[in-house]
């Protein structure tokens, strides 16, 4: 606990995405406050000094981890690394919020499963989509069986990527990424389906695509094919490689009673039969990063469950692992759920 009795927090990695949880940490300054940034570069870490208040400098972020001040982690490192640091975290009891994806492999997904569930510390994937407002009303309404039975969902993430090759660093390389697009920016879409579509994934098929950016190891563009145990099918397709159609939704859904979709600022339902609605005007951007920290630090004071657990990111992982073996085999891959 820091000093003032505020839940202390320490960010591992001081990288581009720190910088949007910072705003969350900031919104959430009733109840935490960022103690402890770890980087292994800390010029990077005292980038956020000024705004975090003058936090303790790490470049070891296990002696971060080690500080009686931090209760709770918040994982922002490149994709390999995310195992061991939370691995790490829950030996030494502390809570954790971790960027996606969560891990790269079934064998580290054990692991973490292991040393969350034995540490009894709460961990919460950055979902960060899940906090637009269009996507709580569109879950409501489905369980609500506005739709009835909901038979496929669609949902993309499709930007043209316009970094400068030579910034992709450790996300052109499989080592350090995972793969390509499709477990970097692909990881939300992939979620998004899961959250939307009330029933365990059970078949994946995936073609992957390089358009564009030849500098990446992986796929650049993926389309993914899944199908659910209650017979709902949904796609995600994903690119960093172009922009998208215009007429392109975040989230579409189907059913036998009518259909909602959303650019993720909107919701629209039309019934079957009976004109478009909106039910959620489009209002200001949601700065779904912000949200999503203040949800983490609301979970530990209220001893909440997150929305989404390491349970709901091994999900995730397992349908993005399984579209890779299915590009990679050519085959539709059977998902083994326990
Ligand atoms: N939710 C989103 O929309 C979103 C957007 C961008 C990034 N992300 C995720 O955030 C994570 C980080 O991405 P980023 O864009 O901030 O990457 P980045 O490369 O900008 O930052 C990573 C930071 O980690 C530091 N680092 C590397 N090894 C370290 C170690 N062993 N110990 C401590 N620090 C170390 C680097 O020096 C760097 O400052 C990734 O998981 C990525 O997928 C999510």
Same mark, same amino acid.
């Given at each position: 606990?820091? %000093?003032?009795?505020?839940?202390?927090?320490?960010? /591992?990695?001081?990288?581009? !995405?720190?910088?949007?949880?910072?705003?969350?940490?900031?919104?959430?300054?009733?109840?935490?406050?960022?103690? @402890?940034?770890?980087?292994?570069?800390?010029?990077?870490?005292?980038?956020? $000094?000024?705004?975090?208040?003058?936090?303790? /400098?790490?470049?070891? &972020?296990?002696?971060?981890?080690?500080?009686?001040?931090?209760?709770?982690?918040?994982?922002?490192?490149?994709?390999?690394?995310?195992?061991?640091?939370?691995?790490? @975290?829950?030996?030494?009891?502390?809570?954790?919020?971790?960027?996606?994806?969560?891990?790269? $492999?079934?064998?580290?997904?054990?692991?973490?499963? %292991?040393?969350?569930?034995?540490?009894?510390?709460?961990?919460?994937?950055?979902?960060?989509?899940?906090?637009?407002?269009?996507? *709580?009303?569109?879950?409501?309404?489905?369980? #609500?069986?506005?739709?009835?039975?909901?038979?496929?969902?669609?949902?993309?993430? /499709?930007?043209?990527?316009?970094?400068?090759?030579?910034?992709?660093?450790? %996300?052109?390389?499989?080592?350090?990424?995972?793969?390509?697009?499709?477990? #970097? $920016?692909? &990881?939300?879409?992939? &979620?998004?389906?899961?959250?939307?579509?009330?029933?365990?994934?059970?078949?994946? *098929?995936?073609?992957?695509?390089?358009?564009?950016?030849?500098?990446?190891?992986? =796929? #650049?563009?993926?389309?993914?094919?899944?199908?659910?145990?209650?017979?709902?099918?949904?796609?995600?397709?994903?690119?960093?490689?172009?922009?998208?159609?215009?007429?392109?939704?975040?989230?579409? !859904?189907?059913?036998?009673?009518?259909?909602?979709?959303?650019?993720?600022?909107?919701?629209?339902?039309?019934?079957?039969?009976?004109?478009?609605?909106?039910?959620?005007?489009?209002?200001?951007?949601?700065?779904?990063?912000?949200?999503?920290?203040?949800?983490? /630090?609301?979970?530990?004071?209220?001893?909440?469950?997150?929305?989404?657990?390491?349970?709901?990111?091994?999900?995730?992982?397992?349908?993005?692992?399984?579209? &890779?073996?299915?590009?990679?085999?050519? =085959?539709?891959?059977?998902?083994?759920?326990?």
């Amino acid at each position: 606990m820091s %000093r003032d009795g505020r839940i202390g927090v320490g960010i /591992i990695g001081a990288g581009e !995405i720190a910088g949007a949880h910072m705003r969350g940490y900031l919104q959430a300054a009733e109840h935490a406050r960022v103690v @402890a940034i770890a980087d292994v570069d800390p010029a990077r870490a005292q980038r956020f $000094t000024e705004r975090a208040g003058r936090p303790d /400098i790490f470049v070891d &972020y296990r002696q971060m981890i080690a500080s009686p001040s931090v209760d709770a982690v918040d994982i922002c490192l490149p994709h390999h690394l995310h195992k061991d640091a939370i691995v790490a @975290a829950a030996e030494a009891g502390k809570h954790i919020l971790c960027e996606k994806p969560l891990c790269l $492999t079934i064998e580290e997904a054990d692991a973490v499963t %292991r040393a969350v569930t034995n540490a009894g510390v709460t961990l919460m994937c950055a979902h960060n989509q899940l906090f637009l407002p269009t996507v *709580a009303a569109a879950r409501q309404m489905v369980r #609500d069986g506005r739709l009835g039975k909901v038979y496929g969902a669609r949902t993309t993430d /499709i930007f043209a990527l316009s970094i400068d090759p030579d910034r992709l660093g450790w %996300r052109a390389r499989r080592a350090t990424s995972g793969g390509g697009e499709l477990i #970097d $920016t692909g &990881y939300h879409p992939t &979620y998004l389906l899961l959250h939307l579509i009330d029933s365990a994934p059970v078949k994946v *098929a995936a073609v992957l695509s390089r358009h564009r950016l030849e500098i990446l190891e992986g =796929e #650049d563009s993926a389309t993914v094919l899944v199908e659910f145990a209650n017979g709902s099918v949904g796609t995600i397709v994903t690119s960093w490689a172009y922009e998208p159609a215009g007429c392109t939704e975040r989230f579409s !859904i189907v059913g036998e009673a009518g259909s909602l979709w959303s650019d993720g600022r909107a919701l629209h339902h039309k019934p079957r039969g009976g004109e478009q609605v909106v039910v959620q005007e489009s209002g200001g951007e949601t700065d779904t990063y912000a949200a999503e920290v203040v949800d983490f /630090i609301a979970c530990l004071v209220e001893g909440r469950r997150p929305i989404n657990t390491e349970v709901e990111g091994v999900k995730v992982l397992k349908v993005i692992l399984g579209a &890779y073996a299915s590009a990679e085999r050519g =085959e539709i891959v059977e998902l083994k759920n326990p």
